[in-house]
């Protein structure tokens, strides 16, 4: 999609903090963090919402939890635990078209988040 960030910052259109890439996810700091760790996952793939996830979505979401458990690790929030979100739809609170999840670390959460 020409017009959305994510995919702009996934062809490197827009200069991000990349902490980890491969050929069909790309994780980077978020710019108004929430935490002191939050990571962006996005697939490169351009999926607008989990309202668009189907069977062959599958293996890229699998691809996507595993990149998040060895960020975690990798980033020494495993331990202490970590917060994996999808927001989805305007309710949802989702401010881009194009799904991706946060990891966020660092601190104790409270429930329920808002």
Same mark, same amino acid.
């Given at each position: ?7 702009? &910052?996934?062809? !490197? =259109?827009?200069?991000? *903090?990349?902490?980890?890439? +491969?050929?069909?996810? %790309?994780?980077?700091? $978020? ?9 962006? &996952?996005?697939? !490169? =793939?351009?999926?607008? *919402?989990?309202?668009?996830? +189907?069977?062959?979505? %599958?293996?890229?979401? $699998? ?52």
């Amino acid at each position: 999609m020409k017009d959305c960030i994510f995919c702009k &910052i996934a062809s !490197k =259109e827009i200069p991000s *903090s990349i902490v980890y890439e +491969d050929d069909r996810i %790309i994780a980077f700091k $978020d710019i108004e963090p929430q935490a002191p760790v939050h990571i962006l &996952i996005v697939p !490169k =793939e351009h999926i607008k *919402s989990a309202n668009e996830l +189907d069977e062959t979505n %599958i293996e890229l979401i $699998d691809h996507i939890f595993l990149i998040i458990r060895k960020l975690a690790e990798d980033l020494g929030i495993n331990e202490d635990g970590y917060r994996v979100v999808n927001n989805c739809g305007e309710y949802g609170g989702q401010s881009v078209s194009h799904i991706h999840f946060h990891l966020l670390g660092g601190r104790k959460f409270s429930w329920p988040p808002g």
